[in-house]
């Protein structure tokens, strides 16, 4: 059996949030190193805060000063951090509830081994160097055995407030293409684009899926698809991908190869983005050295019949 392919794979984007008046205050509150909560009516101080009660559901506004001080409630051992992660050199993971405070807070903490952490441990807040307003102002937390921080009584009311954060998302992770798509990526190394075909319902799917979705048969059958074929819809992108090299717009679309029952994505070009339309004929432009297609370009065949493809939509 022929190899089945793996690589390593990351998936990453920025995440921008916009804050409410409760998260803007906290974080402005820790990048001026203040932990400010939020307190329920029955009297409660929730940090970190939330904006509405999660026992009543009622929108809380009362922010209330907590001390930088508090007490592990529950603790793990990360042997191996992971990039991002707070420290780069093994810590716990901790539930902190501070003093002041009626709920804990998921934090690090800096400790020299498994056997210096314990519940029921006195820590404090590590205040980062620099502070912008995120969580990561906390840099840690550390050991305590000094008496309890008092808080100074923070109202909540500061100057250039925070309103929003940028927060980093990242996925790293190996993935498999699995049987029939390692077999549909070797055969792109040939410039060949290879389906496999459903035993029952005799459909096509490029590319495969190892099993028919229809019918729920496994496919093994490999058959030799277009290299033409037709565009059965498509869309207009206006907007600039980071770290891509195409000018907009340019048009993305679904590409029925001949012999194929199922459309697969590709780009369209060499021709104005306003002339592409739905049963155009294409055919696949390969650059030096690449293992799939740049883009699909006109073959200058009359269009295709709707019936022809109104099945691939």
């Known amino acids: 059996m022929p190899e089945v392919l793996k690589a390593p794979l990351v998936v990453e984007f920025p995440f921008a949030r916009s804050l409410g008046p409760v998260q803007s205050a906290f974080l402005t509150g820790l990048r001026e190193r203040v932990v400010l909560g939020v307190r329920t009516t ?69 400790a020299p081994g498994p056997d210096a952490v314990r519940t029921g441990l006195r820590v404090r807040v590590r205040w980062a160097e620099e502070r912008t307003g995120a969580i990561t102002d906390i840099a840690c937390f550390e050991p305590y055995d000094g008496d309890p921080a008092e808080p100074a009584g923070h109202t ?5 407030v925070v309103t929003g954060i940028v927060a980093p998302a990242r996925l790293d992770y190996t993935y498999s293409p699995g049987r ?52 059965t819809t498509f869309c207009v992108v206006n907007i600039k991908a980071k770290n891509l090299d195409i000018e907009v717009p340019y048009v993305y ?52 019949d709707y019936d022809t493809y109104k099945e691939l939509l």
């Open 180 to 231: 029939a798509q390692s077999a549909y990526i070797n055969a792109l190394a040939d410039r060949r684009n290879v389906g496999e075909r459903c035993p029952s319902c005799r459909k096509v799917y490029v590319p495969p899926r190892g099993a028919c979705p229809t019918c729920g048969l496994a496919t093994s059958e490999q058959v030799e698809v277009g290299p033409r074929g037709t565009v």
């Open 42 to 110: 029955d009297g409660r101080s929730l940090v970190p805060p939330v904006e509405y009660d999660p026992v009543t559901a009622e929108e809380i506004r009362d922010l209330v000063e907590v001390a930088p001080t508090g007490t592990v409630t529950t603790w793990a051992w990360n042997h191996e951090p992971r990039r991002g992660q707070p420290l780069d050199t093994p810590f716990a993971w901790v539930l902190v509830r501070l003093d002041g405070a009626d709920t804990a807070l998921l934090h690090a903490l800096d």
């Open 253 to 304: 679309g679904h590409i029925a190869l001949d012999g194929a029952d199922l459309a697969l994505h590709g780009r369209i070009a060499g021709i104005p983005y306003d002339q592409v339309r739905m049963g155009l004929r294409v055919e696949p432009v390969w650059t030096e050295g690449a293992r799939y297609p740049d883009h699909f370009r006109p073959t200058g065949e009359p269009d295709a």
């Open 156 to 160: 909540g009311e500061f100057e250039d």
